[in-house]
């Protein structure tokens, strides 16, 4: 009990530190933490509930199966099986998925990924090298969840990375809730410098996957 209260207040402070940044405008987008790993549970927000208020009733406890642990009125977000993929399949502990207009427009840019280089930031994905690149994933929005979260978990290799879904945001996962904070402020930098370049330099082909 005493886990699950700390990562209820973890979760809640991250999802005000979101909502501070408009990063969850009208109620989309959704927010995780693991609690337990043997069985796997995992606190993920309410679907359809305003995020920038604060209630008893943010976030509800699920299984490996994405079902209420206990017995509620509440429904998980709509995208909880996507988080479910991420735990059963890695080590990692927190997953945060936005609406962004940066992050909405790379997916109208490029096709199947997008290939970002030479920023300073990317140190904040733990990557070093000189001139470093990060390769990010693009899958289609799909209607039907079922079939979104087999797209989706096709692109879930390590215990943190991201995936963009085609007009419907970012999702972005790490070993912790401050690790993948700073990954997706990461993320969010890198993709509005770029379009911030491209409205400047407005030489790239729709479609292409790189640019630098």
Same mark, same amino acid.
Do not use: C
């Given at each position: 009990?005493?886990?699950?209260?700390?990562?209820? &207040? #973890?979760?809640?402070?991250?999802k005000? =530190?979101?909502?501070?940044?408009?990063?969850?405008?009208a109620t989309s987008?959704?927010?995780?933490?693991?609690?337990?790993?043997?069985?796997?549970?995992?606190?993920?927000t309410a679907s359809g509930r305003d995020k920038t208020k604060t209630t008893p009733d943010d976030f509800l406890l699920v299984d490996q199966n994405s079902k209420p642990v206990l017995e509620t009125d509440l429904r998980p977000s709509a995208e909880t099986l996507l988080h479910t993929y991420i735990y059963n399949l890695t080590n990692a502990a927190c997953v945060l998925h936005i609406h962004?207009?940066?992050?909405?427009?790379?997916?109208?840019?490029?096709? &199947? #990924?997008?290939?970002?280089?030479?920023? =300073?930031?990317?140190k904040a994905l733990n990557i070093w090298e000189e001139g470093a690149s990060i390769r990010i994933p693009i899958i289609e929005n799909y209607a039907h969840i079922p079939t979104l979260g087999e797209e989706f978990r096709k692109h879930i290799h390590e215990d943190a990375g991201a995936v963009l879904i085609r007009n419907h945001g970012i999702t972005v996962?790490?070993?912790d809730g401050f690790d993948t904070k700073k990954r997706l402020e990461a993320y969010e930098f890198l993709f509005q410098f770029h379009i911030?370049?491209?409205?400047?330099?407005?030489?790239?082909?729709?479609?292409?996957?790189?640019?630098?």
């Open positions: 009990m005493r886990q699950l209260f700390r990562q209820w &207040q #973890e979760l809640s402070e991250l005000k =530190e979101l909502t501070d940044r408009n990063w969850f405008p987008g959704n927010i995780s933490i693991k609690v337990s790993d043997n069985p796997l549970t995992f606190l993920v962004t207009t940066d992050n909405n427009v790379i997916t109208n840019v490029y096709d &199947q #990924e997008v290939v970002l280089r030479n920023q =300073e930031i990317i996962w790490g070993k911030k370049l491209l409205s400047i330099k407005g030489d790239v082909q729709h479609g292409a996957n790189t640019y630098s």
